[in-house]
């Protein structure tokens, strides 16, 4: 399948008062049409920081240092800042934790769906009326053409979560990134949004990185895993590959910290770095119960050891010593 969105050696570091934060330290990736791509990790592993390094939306002292973020052919970093408006919300839109805060609640939900459509291109008023009621229908509000008028405290959360998700649908984005969306919503309301999410990769092909700490949420939607520790990639593959043949002794990790019928969860011992004071060698030694001699003075490549799946260890691939 071909590639929409190529992420390669990206580097996004924040020059603090106390040192350089390596927030995203040299990752690579690509997103394919139609893909559902989930990046996970614990706090503090660089996924949002990605996400925002690919919009180009990081703020002083952040910077992209490094890298290539390739769209359909165009290098992001290199596009004007007039171009790159152009490309958040015509090509690449986002959806983030807090649905509250992306709502202004003294406007209407339908007024806010209108300006969304009404930003990146020129519509007259009936036709936004008509596209944003059918957006609200394509998202799952009851009543859309009811609910249009209402406003953002007459809704529950999944339902601005919604709401939120038409907005950013309004320009039919080729990629949308969802950071964390159903994190603030309760069980029920987290399993509707992630069908929600289905429906939309299934009925529109629509690429989608789907930005998550949650294992559980990952294995029910991903096509493929992009698993992310201390700024960098230490493992990436298929669902299958990453669920069923895990590598990386930190994805095998946060693997058995899921809930299961059968076996106790086990937690990771210790805690992620601190990103200013990085430890030497592979970033995880501190915390692996393999570490090595050599993960203590070298950091493992990614390194591919069978079709598409790609592991950062020293006890696989061209890494084994
Ligand atoms: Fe563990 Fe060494 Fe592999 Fe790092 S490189 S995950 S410390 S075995």
Known sequence: MESILSVENLKTYFFTKKGTVK?????????????????????????????????????????????????????????????????????????FQDPHSSLNPIFTIGYQVDEAITAHKSVNENETTSKSIELLELVGIPMAKERYHDYSHQFSGGMKQRVVIAMALACHPEVLIADEPTTALDLTVQAQILDLFLELRNKF???????????????????????????????????????SNPLHPYTKGLIRCLPSDHG??????????????????????????????????????????????????FLYGDNHE
Not at 274 to 279: Q, S
């Open 23 to 95: 927030a995203v330290d040299d990752i690579s990736f690509d997103l394919r049409k139609g893909e559902l791509l989930c990046i996970v990790g614990e706090s503090g592993s660089g996924k949002t920081v990605t996400a925002l390094s690919i919009l180009r939306l990081i703020e002083s002292p952040g910077k992209i240092i490094d890298g290539r973020i390739i769209l359909n052919g165009r290098d992001l970093p290199g596009l004007s800042p007039g171009q790159m408006q152009d490309v958040r919300g015509n090509k690449i839109a986002m959806v």
């Open 205 to 243: 092909f629509m690429s989608i990185i789907y930005i998550t700490h949650d294992l559980a949420v990952v294995s029910e939607i991903a096509d493929s895993i992009v698993v992310m520790y201390a700024g960098r990639i230490v493992e990436k593959g298929s669902r299958e590959d990453i669920m």
């Open 264 to 313: 106790e969860i086990v937690p990771i011992p210790g805690t992620i770095p601190n990103l200013i004071n990085l430890p030497q060698g592979c970033v995880f030694h501190p915390r692996c119960i393999h570490s090595m001699e050599i993960c203590r003075k070298k950091r493992p490549s990614l390194n591919m050891v069978k079709e598409a799946h790609y592991v950062s260890c």
